[in-house]
Every structure is written in C-alpha cells, then in structure tokens.
Nanobody
Framework: QVQLVESGGGLVQAGGSLRLSCVASGTIDSGNIMGWYRQAPDNKRDLVATITSGGGTNYADSVKGRFTISRDSAKNTVYLQMNSLKPEDTAVYYC?????????WGQGTQVTVSS
C-alpha cells in the first residue's frame, strides 16, 4: 500500500506561480513513475506531467514551457513548479504514483487562478 500527501495549492493571480509537493510513503519500488493530473469541474482527470525514477519527463502540451516536474527519489517526493499560471489552470491537482503496475492517488489539492 502507498499513501500520497499533496501540499502547496492555493489561490494565485494570473501570471503568478505556485509549487506543489507530494510525498509518497509505503512500499515503493525503484522503478516507480510519479506524476500530476488535474481535474476541473465537469471535466475528466487529465495528465499534467509525469517523471520516471530515472528522471524522464512527459508534459501535457498545455503546460509545456510553464510547468516543471521534478523529484527527490531519496525522499519519495515529487514537485510541480507552475509558472505563468492562467485561469484555465484552475483545477484540483492530484498526485499519482505507479508502483509495480498498481496506481495510487493522492486526495488532491485545489489550485485557483484568478484573472
């Protein structure tokens, strides 16, 4: 079993920045993949960015050049640095980890970007 705890959400004006953090605990193998997804009201949960244990990254087109995902594997922590935020980035952001072909989710953190 794996537990994920997110932090760092909040309210920010358009053009501002926020940094999300997610700490994983439990039985985690070295080949895990961590990532961030988001879900706006009445929308499905969409990929934001993922990062492998080796540091390989993948981003949604909508956030490329503005968001940066990183991780500290020794601390089982993944970060999402969000810059140049837009109102359309408003959503609940969820941390996700794939461990030995099993997916675990965090409870989510709200990010609201005002115009």
């Amino acid at each position: 079993q794996v537990q994920l705890v997110e932090s760092g959400g909040g309210l920010v004006q358009a053009g501002g920045s926020l940094r999300l953090s997610c700490v994983a605990s439990g039985t985690i193998d070295s080949g895990n993949i961590m990532g961030w997804y988001r879900q706006a009201p009445d929308n499905k949960r969409d990929l934001v960015a993922t990062i492998t244990s080796g540091g390989g990254t993948n981003y949604a087109d909508s956030v490329k050049g503005r968001f940066t995902i990183s991780r500290d594997s020794a601390k089982n922590t993944v970060y999402l640095q969000m810059n140049s935020l837009k109102p359309e980035d408003t959503a609940v952001y969820y941390c996700r980890i794939l461990v030995m072909r099993v997916v675990f989710w965090g409870q989510g953190t709200q990010v609201t970007v005002s115009s």
